[in-house]
């Protein structure tokens, strides 16, 4: 979603590209993977954010949109497009940072181990997985990846969290994961809570995150409700056990925040 006239002129970003865009650290050169129509790329460039981006997709027909929106925004000096199947199509050291938004967590880590060098090379990746978000994290931790910085944005009525990672033998020097740069000493967040909600999103109480966190109480005690009322089914029962687990870690969660949700 951008908002423009001409895109001679500066472009707008969505909340949510816009908070992609302000986790990329500043001189960074970008790989937009999954780029679309290329906005985050054009809006990048335009801001001088990144000196340079390489926009890539693995269709043809948004790729061929994009280039249309880079000449027209003159930009075709510093926006080179690639078609490109996951990073099968990019050489290491074309880029210094990874971006890979708007596509499923499984897909998302498939791309990342399928070429595990590669995504090494980069000295960051911004991430916006758009589905089973706490297995994402897992395998972001279990493969030697450190979550830094995390965000999380509510558009139009959906939840959008979204993290930069750094390799974690580069990340040693840094606040690492499950530890805070705010002066206020908190105890670490266990890893089961972490890649449920967010290391940083819970360490820095983000206001968005607790609104996220009252839907999710809200669905499950409807839930668990409903299903304390029907017949005591095997399948019922396994599902109120399972209910029981993900209502116990919304509790921890909301203790972080010292609120209750009623």
Same mark, same amino acid.
């Given at each position: 979603m951008v908002k423009?006239?001409?895109?001679?002129?500066?472009?707008?970003?969505?909340?949510?590209?816009?908070?992609?865009?302000?986790?990329?650290?500043?001189?960074?050169?970008?790989?937009?993977?999954?780029?679309?129509?290329?906005?985050?790329?054009?809006?990048?460039?335009?801001?001088?954010?990144?000196?340079?981006?390489?926009?890539?997709?693995?269709?043809?027909g948004p790729l061929m949109q994009a280039s249309a929106h880079v000449r027209?925004?003159?930009?075709?000096?510093?926006?080179?497009?690639?078609?490109?199947d996951g990073l099968a199509g990019y050489s290491s050291g074309e880029a210094d940072t990874l971006i890979c938004a708007g596509m499923g967590g499984p897909l998302m880590q498939r791309i990342l181990a399928a070429d595990e060098a590669k995504a090494h090379s980069f000295r960051e990746l911004i991430l916006q997985p758009q589905s089973e978000i706490a297995s994402f994290r897992?395998?972001?931790?279990?493969?030697?990846?450190?979550?830094?910085?995390?965000?999380?944005?509510l558009e139009d009525g959906k939840f959008y969290p979204?993290? #930069?990672?750094? @390799?974690?033998?580069?990340?040693?020097?840094?606040?690492?994961?499950? =530890?805070?740069? $705010?002066? +206020?000493?908190?105890?670490?967040?266990?890893?089961?809570?972490?890649? #449920?909600?967010? @290391?940083?999103?819970?360490?820095?109480?983000?206001?968005?995150?607790? =609104?996220?966190? $009252?839907? +999710?109480?809200?669905?499950?005690?409807?839930?668990?409700?409903?299903?304390?009322?029907a017949p005591g089914s095997r399948k019922a029962k396994e599902r109120l056990s399972e209910l029981s687990v993900e209502i116990t870690y919304l509790k921890e969660a909301a203790g972080l925040y010292g609120k209750g949700y009623d």
């Amino acid at each position: 979603m951008v908002k423009t006239e001409k895109l001679t002129k500066m472009i707008t970003l969505s909340a949510r590209m816009q908070a992609l865009a302000n986790m990329v650290t500043e001189g960074n050169r970008v790989c937009d993977l999954g780029c679309d129509h290329g906005w985050l790329s054009i809006y990048l460039v335009q801001h001088k954010i990144s000196p340079c981006a390489l926009a890539m997709d693995v269709r043809e027909g948004p790729l061929m949109q994009a280039s249309a929106h880079v000449r027209e925004a003159e930009l075709g000096k510093y926006i080179t497009l690639r078609l490109s199947d996951g990073l099968a199509g990019y050489s290491s050291g074309e880029a210094d940072t990874l971006i890979c938004a708007g596509m499923g967590g499984p897909l998302m880590q498939r791309i990342l181990a399928a070429d595990e060098a590669k995504a090494h090379s980069f000295r960051e990746l911004i991430l916006q997985p758009q589905s089973e978000i706490a297995s994402f994290r897992r395998f972001l931790r279990e493969s030697g990846w450190r979550v830094l910085r995390e965000d999380m944005i509510l558009e139009d009525g959906k939840f959008y969290p979204m993290m #930069r990672a750094e @390799p974690a033998e580069s990340a040693l020097s840094k606040a690492p994961e499950g =530890e805070t740069e $705010k002066p +206020e000493k908190r105890e670490p967040i266990p890893p089961e809570l972490s890649d #449920r909600f967010g @290391p940083v999103l819970l360490l820095e109480r983000h206001p968005v995150l607790w =609104e996220f966190l $009252k839907r +999710e109480w809200k669905k499950y005690g409807e839930l668990k409700a409903a299903l304390v009322a029907a017949p005591g089914s095997r399948k019922a029962k396994e599902r109120l056990s399972e209910l029981s687990v993900e209502i116990t870690y919304l509790k921890e969660a909301a203790g972080l925040y010292g609120k209750g949700y009623d």
